[in-house]
């Protein structure tokens, strides 16, 4: 799906709204230009789309949405979303942020925020809070990009969590069939200490969950800002 930004197109109707490009240096900037852009970029798009899912054998589909509030109800029952955690940069290093963050406290479906370029080694770092069907799942996910990935699988949780004796016999249960190399671990308190131990994992991916009415996507940010690792928010 691409999702076209309404709010550039209320900007391009103001009157003093400008762009400037090499060619012809500054002029008003228009819907006509934000449109063209739009249609640019889906096409080149719907290219890329069709040629990775023939490189793996998948029937797809492309769709061409006005506004973020059309996404939020996207996809079925087993579908996850992906989205640029970061937008283009503009010239060299300056970049402003991915408003996809917003959005992740309205989505249902597992959010990935995608980081990085996709490879192989590694390893996929889920964090859990509490037993129970939403960390099957999250665990379920995780050990399946884990596999396809060659990563290994760090699971953590809190110490009340981690600690308890049948953690490990528990998560091993759940990701069962999972060809993985998996490992558990008790998650440190602190962000800081966090943060540390993830990246000393060669952290590729990170997986948490989350729930609707709890959802900090601010907080979230926050937290990885420091990381290069993806980030799949399960519900």
Same mark, same amino acid.
């Given at each position: 799906?691409?999702?076209?930004?309404?709010?550039?197109?209320?900007?391009?109707?103001?009157?003093?709204?400008?762009?400037?490009?090499?060619?012809?240096?500054?002029?008003?900037?228009?819907?006509?230009?934000?449109?063209?852009?739009?249609?640019?970029?889906?096409?080149?798009?719907?290219?890329?789309?069709?040629?990775?899912?023939?490189?793996?054998?998948?029937?797809?589909?492309?769709?061409?949405?006005?506004?973020?509030?059309?996404?939020?109800?996207?996809?079925?029952?087993?579908?996850?979303?992906?989205?640029? %955690? =970061?937008?283009? *940069?503009?010239?060299?290093?300056? !970049? #402003?942020?991915?408003?996809?963050?917003? /959005?992740?406290?309205?989505? @249902?479906?597992?959010?990935?925020?995608?980081?990085?370029?996709?490879?192989?080694?590694?390893?996929?770092?889920?964090?859990?809070?509490?037993?129970?069907?939403?960390?099957?799942?999250?665990?379920?996910?995780?050990?399946?990009?884990?596999?396809?990935?060659?990563?290994?699988?760090?699971?953590?949780?809190?110490?009340?969590?981690?600690?308890?004796?049948?953690?490990?016999?528990?998560?091993?249960?759940?990701?069962?069939?999972?060809?993985?190399?998996?490992?558990?671990?008790? %998650? =440190?308190?602190? *962000?800081?200490?966090?943060?540390? !131990? #993830?990246?000393?994992?060669?952290?590729? /991916?990170?997986?948490?969950? @989350?729930?609707?009415?709890?959802?900090?996507?601010?907080?979230?940010?926050?937290?990885?800002?420091?990381?290069?690792?993806?980030?799949?928010?399960?519900?």
């Amino acid at each position: 799906m691409f999702v076209e930004d309404e709010e550039l197109i209320d900007l391009a109707g103001l009157p003093f709204a400008r762009q400037v490009t090499v060619a012809t240096g500054l002029e008003p900037l228009t819907k006509d230009h934000i449109e063209d852009h739009f249609r640019a970029f889906s096409e080149r798009l719907r290219r890329e789309l069709a040629i990775a899912a023939a490189r793996q054998g998948v029937e797809w589909s492309f769709e061409v949405v006005r506004g973020r509030a059309a996404a939020i109800g996207l996809g079925g029952e087993h579908d996850f979303v992906v989205a640029d %955690a =970061a937008t283009r *940069p503009v010239g060299e290093h300056f !970049r #402003i942020a991915s408003r996809w963050w917003s /959005l992740m406290a309205t989505i @249902a479906h597992p959010f990935l925020l995608a980081k990085r370029q996709w490879e192989t080694g590694g390893s996929v770092f889920a964090l859990l809070r509490h037993r129970g069907p939403q960390s099957a799942r999250l665990l379920e996910i995780a050990a399946q990009i884990a596999g396809i990935s060659r990563a290994t699988l760090t699971v953590a949780g809190p110490p009340d969590l981690a600690g308890t004796d049948d953690f490990g016999a528990w998560v091993s249960g759940l990701i069962e069939g999972h060809s993985v190399s998996l490992q558990t671990e008790s %998650a =440190a308190a602190e *962000p800081a200490a966090l943060r540390q !131990r #993830i990246i000393e994992l060669d952290c590729r /991916l990170l997986v948490v969950e @989350a729930n609707l009415d709890e959802a900090r996507p601010e907080e979230l940010r926050e937290f990885v800002n420091a990381l290069a690792c993806d980030v799949l928010v399960v519900r």
